[in-house]
Structure formats: structure tokens, C-alpha cells
T-cell receptor, first 113, second 111 residues
Framework: DGGITQSPKYLFRKEGQNVTLSCEQN?????MYWYRQDPGQGLRLIYY???????QKGDIAEGYSVSREKKESFPLTVTSAQKNPTAFYLC????????????FGEGSRLTVL | DAKTTQPTSMDCAEGRAANLPCNHS???????VYWYRQIHSQGPQYIIH???NNETNEMASLIITEDRKSSTLILPHATLRDTAVYYC????????????FGKGTLLTVNP
């Protein structure tokens, strides 16, 4: 079935460690997004990419990095520079012609110990 | 993008219609109104969107006021599985398009 796959679903890391969250889509969508969600809060945009080999910072990009080497993949690295990395991370994608209709993955929950 | 105001929470009886309001008084002429919902610990799900006219699909109906300053999402026969946070998001298109999610409305459907 077509969709967006995020992995891992749950991840624990020690302070000072970098961690990479995977996001893969087989929907042939052009655009991909990473959001962060904290308890009781809405979603905040970290990075987004409209096409391969191009990406833009969202509202809270500090401490994060991304790459878009392939259309179907948009991994997010949470670096040690991110002061409060514990959160629920959501990846999304959409085709260029469907503007606001984002398709979301099931999320990755990161806990820093 | 326009700012939005939504109730923090609402309750609805199972089988009854759920009417979720959203105020977006600063919406511009080229901004659509999108609605999403998020069931606990899952990714958000697109529901419906509109520009000026009322819209209906298999999930819900969207009523937009004539002045476009507010809208209402209607779930005609709410079920327990409709318990979720509902987000109202005005946004325009363009090459650097993105959605901004606020805190939304927590709809609780009670048996």
C-alpha cells in the first residue's frame, strides 16, 4: 500500500547524541515536511522540501538538519545542539497539485534520557 | 497566513451532529480554509477544505460565512472514533507552501 513510513516509532537517546529519524514515502509526492509536536501543543514546522536537493528552514530549524537526496526520502537528524529534543516528530508529504492536503506518517516519539 | 481562534474543547453525544467553529477574521482573499484532525498519538488526517463555497465530502461538511471570516466543520453523525483534536488552517498556495497548525479543538464524543 502507498503511504509514508516513519521509523523508529519510539527512540531513546542520551544527551549529547545525534539521532536520525527516517521518513520514506512511496506516493511519488514532490514535497515533504517535518513537524515537531510537544504535549498539548500544535505542530511546529522544522524543515520542508519542495523538490529533490532543495529544502528550507521552517519555524524551529535550530538544532536540526535534513537532506533530500532522493524524492522518496527525507531524513531528519536531531543534533546535540537541540536543547529540548524530547518530542513527537511527524513527517508529511503532498503532491504539488494538492496544495494543502498533507499526508502524514504515524510519527516517531523521541525521548532524551 | 491568517490567525485563527478555535474553542479549546467541545463535547458531543454519539450520533448527534458535531459543529466545530473557527474564527479567521484576518483571512485574505486567496487563502483557503483547511481542516485536519489528529487522533491521539497519530499523525493528522486531512478532512476537507474550501475557499468560498460550502463543501461536503464523505467525512464532513464545511460551511464558510459569506464574509469568509469564520467557518464551521460539521460531522453529521459523530461516532466515538471521531474523538480527536480538530485543526482549522487558513492558507494560500505558492511555491513555498506550508501549513501552520495551532492548538485546535479537542472534540470528545460521548456514548
Amino acid at each position: 500500500d502507498g503511504g509514508i513510513t516513519q521509523s523508529p516509532k519510539y527512540l531513546f537517546r542520551k544527551e549529547g547524541q545525534n539521532v536520525t529519524l527516517s521518513c520514506e514515502q512511496n506516493l511519488n509526492h514532490d514535497a515533504m515536511y517535518w513537524y515537531r509536536q510537544d504535549p498539548g501543543q500544535g505542530l511546529r514546522l522544522i524543515y520542508y522540501s519542495q523538490i529533490v536537493n532543495d529544502f528550507q528552514k521552517g519555524d524551529i530549524a535550530e538544532g536540526y538538519s535534513v537532506s533530500r537526496e532522493k524524492k522518496e526520502s527525507f531524513p531528519l537528524t536531531v543534533t546535540s545542539a537541540q536543547k529540548n529534543p524530547t518530542a513527537f516528530y511527524l513527517c508529511a508529504s503532498n503532491p504539488r497539485q494538492l496544495l494543502g492536503e498533507l499526508f502524514f506518517g504515524e510519527g516517531s516519539r523521541l525521548t532524551v534520557l | 497566513d491568517a490567525k485563527t481562534t478555535q474553542p479549546t474543547s467541545m463535547d458531543c453525544a454519539e450520533g448527534r451532529a458535531a459543529n466545530l467553529p473557527c474564527n479567521h477574521s484576518t483571512i485574505s482573499g486567496n487563502e483557503y480554509v483547511y481542516w485536519y484532525r489528529q487522533i491521539h498519538s497519530q499523525g493528522p488526517q486531512y478532512i476537507i477544505h474550501g475557499l468560498k463555497n460550502n463543501e461536503t465530502n464523505e467525512m464532513a461538511s464545511l460551511i464558510i460565512t459569506e464574509d469568509r471570516k469564520s467557518s464551521t466543520l460539521i460531522l453529521p453523525h459523530a461516532t466515538l472514533r471521531d474523538t480527536a483534536v480538530y485543526y482549522c488552517i487558513p492558507t494560500s498556495g505558492g511555491s513555498n507552501y506550508k501549513l501552520t497548525f495551532g492548538k485546535g479543538t479537542l472534540l470528545t464524543v460521548n456514548p
